[in-house]
């Protein structure tokens, strides 16, 4: 039975994930852990340079079910057969568990990330395409704008008086459309004349 994924963005900072494998994708995925603030064990025989100079924990050793006590997230980037190990033990224990390219075993997905200006998007193919993901997100990228941050920092305080007037949420999205407009038009406004804007003719 197939299901749509439910998408989340999960608090990570002070909390234990156990990372099964040490190679090249796992330190690709452990970079995005540290700076999440995540306490990050390591768990793997072979531990390539990258994972040795990381601010982790490292068991040299092969994967035991008991690795995954105390854990809130788990990334399987070992053999598929080692990924298996690690999805029936973090599922006997109600953890999620990212098993990199390896779907069959997997029951949470990483997408494709675009971090701009304080916003995060995720983007996810459901674990058929990773490649396709990194596609949409370099797209993505380029398509936001560069001054997100003035959108973000007029949310903020829009959502506060939304607050203390007990505007409701059904609301707020039009409410928040024609206050980023403003922006726009006060920079227009205090163009001087003569001067030529990206959207405007010379004015007379």
Do not use: C
């Amino acid at each position: 039975m197939s299901s749509t994924l439910f998408p989340a963005f999960l608090k990570l900072a002070g909390r234990k994930v156990v990372v099964v494998g040490a190679g090249p994708v796992a330190a690709s995925k452990i970079e995005s852990l540290v700076a999440a603030g995540a306490r990050i064990t390591v768990v793997a025989p072979d531990v390539v340079p990258d994972i040795e100079r990381a601010p982790v924990q490292i068991q040299r050793r092969h994967f035991e079910a008991a690795d995954l006590d105390g854990a809130w997230f788990v990334v399987a980037a070992a053999p598929p057969d080692v990924n298996a190990a690690v999805r029936d033990a973090a599922n006997a224990r109600q953890l999620f568990v990212n098993a990199v390219d390896d779907p069959p075993n997997a029951t949470a997905y990483l997408g494709g990330i675009v971090r701009k200006h304080g916003v995060t998007l995720a983007i996810s193919t459901d674990g058929r395409a990773p490649a396709l993901a990194g596609l949409l997100r370099e797209g993505l990228e380029r398509l936001l704008p560069e001054d997100l941050e003035a959108w973000l920092a007029v949310s903020r305080r829009e959502r506060e008086v939304w607050k203390r007037q007990d505007v409701a949420m059904a609301e707020r999205r039009p409410l928040l459309l024609e206050a980023i407009n403003r922006l726009y038009v006060d920079r227009s406004s205090a163009v001087p004349r003569g001067v030529r804007t990206p959207d405007q003719e010379v004015t007379a």
